[in-house]
């Protein structure tokens, strides 16, 4: 079973009254709740939002190498956490501009990816780059546009960031499979 919070999640005190924080089972909730042995207060310690954009531009994406940790010198798109002042589609276009420099129209969602370990909940969306030149950002060492068959799999930053991209291949085999039907289709006529 895992534990209830995190050692890393957990905070030790109150932020209303700043009194300690003991582990609680209460009569009103299924699972044990941080609560403060002073005030009463309940923290509930929930994921985090991560979001980011996929950037396309003619069939191709563009990735960036990280530059700080966790897992500096991996490749992901750009993401990171969304500001409580913004939408989920602003945030990944901030993230875009910061961190591979480029203005991305937003498109549809791509998917929700979800690590309970680490507490994240990251919503990618797919974007389209009319044609700005990207430039690496301070939280990257460099960009580089890929094709679905270049993608670097074995050097990818995390397990959601390669749940992400093989959706997005994934829709562009789809894409690409109904296209040639059409042609065949067509040509055989």
Not at 65 to 80: K, L, Q, Y
Not at 147 to 175: H, M, N, Q, Y
Request: aromatic share 8%; with cysteine; proline share 7%.
């Amino acid at each position: 079973m895992r534990e209830a919070f995190p050692s890393f999640t957990q905070p030790r005190i109150c932020h209303q009254c700043g009194g300690p924080l003991r582990e609680r089972l209460l009569e009103t909730e299924e699972r044990r709740r941080l609560v403060c042995e002073r005030c009463g207060f309940i923290h509930y310690i929930n994921p985090r939002v991560v979001v980011g954009v996929i950037p396309e531009r003619r069939s191709r994406l563009l990735l960036l190498r990280r530059a700080i940790e966790p897992r500096h010198g991996t490749w992901t798109f750009p993401a990171g956490f969304m500001e409580v002042d913004e939408t989920p589609q602003e945030g990944a276009q901030r993230e875009a501009e910061e961190e591979v420099g480029v203005s991305v129209e937003i498109g549809p969602l791509l998917g929700l990816y979800s690590r309970p370990g680490p507490g994240i909940l990251l919503i990618v969306f797919r974007g389209r780059v009319p044609a700005d030149t990207p430039r690496a950002g301070r939280e990257s060492l460099e960009v580089r546009w890929f094709g679905a068959d270049e993608i670097p799999w074995s050097e990818l930053a995390f397990d959601t960031t390669e749940w992400a991209l093989r959706d997005w291949v994934a829709l562009k085999t789809k894409r690409r499979s109904r296209t040639r039907q059409r042609a065949g289709g067509a040509r055989g006529q």
